[in-house]
T-cell receptor, first 113, second 119 residues
Framework: AQSVTQPDIHITVSEGASLELRCNYS??????LFWYVQSPGQGLQLLLK??????LVQGIKGFEAEFKRSQSSFNLRKPSVHWSDAAEYFC???????????FGTGTRLLVSP | GAVVSQHPSWVICKSGTSVKIECRSL??????MFWYRQFPKQSLMLMAT?????????EQGVEKDKFLINHASLTLSTLTVTSAHPEDSSFYIC???????????????FGAGTRLSVL
């Protein structure tokens, strides 16, 4: 069965600094990978996804993520963080057929002035 | 992106009563919708998969008689928490799967969630 690990529960980044959120997955076949963002009391918004092809994927709000099969990772990056990026970020893996998503435990991003 | 509306956003009810939560896909038809439960500061746990016109598929450990799911149309799925108790208090989130023919196919679009508080 697939699983997702987000090793960082909290991360604090200064505004304007770069950001990398870690995500490791476990899945026997080619995974379908997603990053979602959740603001307090809100649902989830899709930032980006990887299905196949170019391993560096671009998303909304200036985010990107790189799929590294050898490391079973799909880390999320942003070159310059804005205060509005403070939220909870979830990495998820989907099985073939997309019928189920398994989410990581999330990383809470705090942005300091 | 696609819009999924979830209603109500917050509900308080007395123990023993039932609560219905609606999930609507506003600009696309969704044959498949999902219901998740999220505990404070934790991840989303899939409760069930809702397929239009058929019975929902529940995840292991989820009581299907407690959490009734109906997916009567291609744009509406409902979750009814029957005889709610304080331990059912949680944040419930639905999602709708974009159709396979869509430009952004096989993507789950999420509602804003419903916070249920059972007194």
């Amino acid at each position: 069965a697939q699983s997702v690990t987000q090793p960082d529960i909290h991360i604090t980044v200064s505004e304007g600094a770069s950001l990398e959120l870690r995500c490791n997955y476990s899945y026997g076949a080619t995974p379908y990978l997603f990053w979602y963002v959740q603001s307090p009391g809100q649902g989830l918004q899709l930032l980006l996804k990887y299905f196949s092809g170019d391993t560096l994927v671009q998303g909304i709000k200036g985010f990107e993520a790189e799929f590294k099969r050898s490391q079973s990772s799909f880390n999320l990056r942003k070159p310059s963080v804005h205060w509005s990026d403070a939220a909870e970020y979830f990495c998820a893996v989907g099985a073939t057929g997309f019928q189920k998503l398994v989410f990581g435990t999330g990383t809470r991003l705090l942005v300091s002035p | 992106g696609a819009v999924v509306s979830q209603h109500p956003s917050w509900v308080i009810c007395k123990s023993g009563t039932s609560v219905k939560i609606e999930c609507r896909s506003l600009d696309f038809q969704a044959t498949t919708m999902f219901w998740y439960r999220q505990f404070p500061k934790q991840s989303l746990m899939l409760m069930a998969t809702s397929n239009e016109g058929s019975k929902a598929t529940y995840e292991q450990g989820v009581e299907k008689d407690k959490f009734l799911i109906n997916h009567a149309s291609l744009t509406l799925s409902t979750l009814t928490v029957t005889s709610a108790h304080p331990e059912d208090s949680s944040f419930y989130i639905c999602s709708a799967m974009s159709p396979s023919g869509a430009k952004s196919k096989n993507i789950q679009y999420f509602g804003a969630g419903t916070r249920l508080s059972v007194l």
